[in-house]
């Protein structure tokens, strides 16, 4: 594995963990795809650092059980402004 792939998975899972990040906002902020992201972290890292990629993810986790929730609560939100225009 190429050397600045490894560096970027790391970079990741330190990422998802110090801002409790989704796989779409860590897409985001490091510019690539969300399977990339998947990739990185539940594959790649389990090479390179499993305890990070342990930590990373149990976050990954958590957000994945909870992502309902913020959907929901995404289309309540849209619908209150709907009401108000």
Same mark, same amino acid.
């Given at each position: 594995?190429?050397?600045?792939? !490894? !560096? ?11 801002? $409790?990040?989704?796989?779409?906002? #860590? ?6 795809? +969300?399977?990339?992201? @998947? +990739?990185?972290?539940?594959?790649? =890292?389990?090479?390179? $650092?499993? @305890? =990070? ?9 958590? $957000?994945?059980? !909870?992502? @309902? ?5 995404? #289309?309540?939100? +849209?619908?209150? @402004?709907? +009401? #108000?225009?």
């Amino acid at each position: 594995m190429k050397e600045y792939i !490894e !560096e970027r998975a790391v970079e990741i899972a330190n990422y998802i963990i110090n801002n $409790n990040a989704t796989v779409r906002q #860590t897409a985001r902020q490091f510019g690539i795809s +969300k399977s990339t992201v @998947h +990739k990185d972290v539940a594959e790649r =890292l389990l090479y390179i $650092n499993p @305890h =990070l990629a342990s930590e990373a993810r149990k976050v990954l986790d958590v $957000n994945k059980s !909870e992502r @309902h929730i913020r959907g929901g609560l995404a #289309t309540k939100e +849209k619908y209150l @402004h709907q +009401k #108000t225009n």
